[in-house]
């Protein structure tokens, strides 16, 4: 058992002063306002706890005094681990989405399961370091290069899971379907390593993944492009008590094809396919109709923006407010981490909204933390995350106040959502173990340098 005083924390979407948890087997037991003195601080979460002292009639055990502001637990609720080795690395010339994705393409031709581990492990670390405490890992680099499953057919979301056990995040495991290159074609080119062949062998193959605490495994639709419209309920239905994600609508060719094909839009296609729902995520939403924003928030679908992949592959700004006016839930999520930076994918999603409009005041802080934190983990099947309250995970994310980004901002929540970049997080609590974001940091540039040249050799 170990008991923390917050200095300040937000708690049931408040920013309080001096907040006392007590954490057990990772779990928070006792949250409530502080009593009595709590012991001197370096900065950081204290190592060494504070002298017991008594107040309120009752003395207090031992306490470490926590400085900054602190935050539930972030969810990124959409990441292709292997994508991370691809930035900086895209930028030399003009092109579309679909000139970008030749050049994943050459990426993913190179991996096996080994340097997979070790380009996720590196790239979870980073995610640590910024306050994530748990990744929607949106998996769909199944077999070898040629298509051939591996001897263990699940060797490389295997090593997924590992990579963020190692890191120290939790993930959730969201087994992607890709059957196709597009409607009526075959998988072509490295797609091969991405395809089961049918659906019913992909199935099988997530039948074969196991949970254990801290993983989730999901499903996942690569696309309306890539899963044929009669196996749409196959995956939907395979794991029914498990997250269903999807990316949608994240290009305009994605519907006209779609359109052509079978007369609906993506959304309507999911819909008539029992995919929406409140287990459902729709990564992107970024060219909808009235109809398609009606669908998804009528079924109560989350939708995943990614605004620092979207702006960087100029697929253009998709309708967060409206979708969650029609009861849709925002989460977030880096994709491509072209950045990983949670706070960055907060706030632009409100100045996104800004420039679409020409008007301010879209989302609140209160409501974008939300977004990363209550309704994320709960979008990755981790209910009991994301909330400072007892019996919830015990995952905390400790912000500097007193850098140059975030002096003189107030320490509170428009603190984190419009001020905070990543590096002002100094220390992350996940499941009840702390970690130095700091000392993350400084290590995690070394491991990752190595494992993407690895992938440039």
Not at 36 to 63: H, I, M, N, Q
Not at 235 to 252: G, I
Request: net charge negative; aromatic share 6%.
């Amino acid at each position: 058992m170990s008991t923390y005083l917050l200095e300040r924390a937000l708690v049931g979407g408040t920013v309080h002063d001096d907040v006392l948890v007590t954490v057990e087997d990772g779990r928070f037991t006792r949250v409530e306002s502080a009593v009595g003195p709590a012991g001197p601080s370096d900065g950081g979460p204290s190592d060494d706890a504070a002298a017991s002292g008594s107040g309120g009639g009752r003395t207090l055990e031992a306490v470490e005094r926590v400085p900054g502001l602190t935050i539930p637990g972030i969810a990124n609720c959409h990441s292709h681990a292997f994508h991370r080795a691809l930035r900086g690395r895209t930028q030399a010339e003009r092109g579309t989405f679909w000139t970008w994705r030749e050049q994943m393409y050459a990426v993913a031709e190179r991996l096996d399961p080994d340097s997979y581990f070790d380009l996720a492990r590196a790239t979870y670390r980073e995610m640590l370091a910024a306050g994530i405490t748990a990744v929607g890992e949106f998996h769909y680099l199944h077999h070898q290069p040629d298509g051939t499953p591996y001897a263990d057919p699940n060797a490389m979301g295997t090593a997924l899971v590992a990579a963020a056990r190692e890191a120290g995040i939790r993930i959730a495991l969201l087994d992607t379907c890709y059957l196709a290159a597009g409607v009526g074609r075959a998988p072509e080119g490295v797609q091969r390593r991405y395809s089961d062949g049918d659906v019913d062998a992909w199935a099988k193959r997530v039948s074969a993944l196991e949970e254990v605490d801290g993983v989730v495994v999901g499903a996942a639709i690569h696309s309306v492009r890539a899963v044929p419209r009669d196996a749409l309920p196959t995956v939907a239905t395979a794991r029914p008590e498990a997250p269903l994600h999807v990316h949608l609508s994240e290009q305009v060719a994605e519907n006209a094809e779609c359109v052509d094909a079978y007369g609906l839009t993506p959304t309507q296609l999911l819909a008539d396919a029992g995919a929406l729902g409140a287990r459902t995520s729709a990564v992107h939403a970024t060219h909808l109709s009235d109809t398609d924003i009606r669908l998804l928030g009528g079924s109560a679908t989350y939708s995943c923006f990614c605004p620092t992949t979207e702006r960087d592959l100029g697929d253009g700004i998709g309708p967060s407010r409206r979708l969650h006016e029609a009861g849709s839930p925002l989460t977030i999520g880096s994709d491509s981490h072209a950045v990983v930076d949670p706070f960055e994918e907060m706030r632009a999603v409100e100045l996104d909204e800004r420039l679409a409009t020409q008007s301010r005041g879209h989302w609140s802080a209160e409501e974008l933390l939300f977004a990363a934190t209550g309704a994320g983990q709960a979008s990755l099947g981790f209910p009991d995350a994301g909330r400072i309250e007892v019996g919830a995970r015990a995952d905390l994310v400790v912000l500097d106040t007193a850098t140059a980004r975030t002096a003189g901002t107030g320490a509170g929540t428009g603190t984190a959502v419009f001020a905070a970049v990543a590096e002002d997080v100094r220390g992350v609590m996940v499941d009840g173990r702390w970690h130095d974001a700091r000392a993350v940091r400084d290590e995690v540039g070394g491991e990752l340098a190595t494992a993407i040249d690895r992938m440039h050799q």
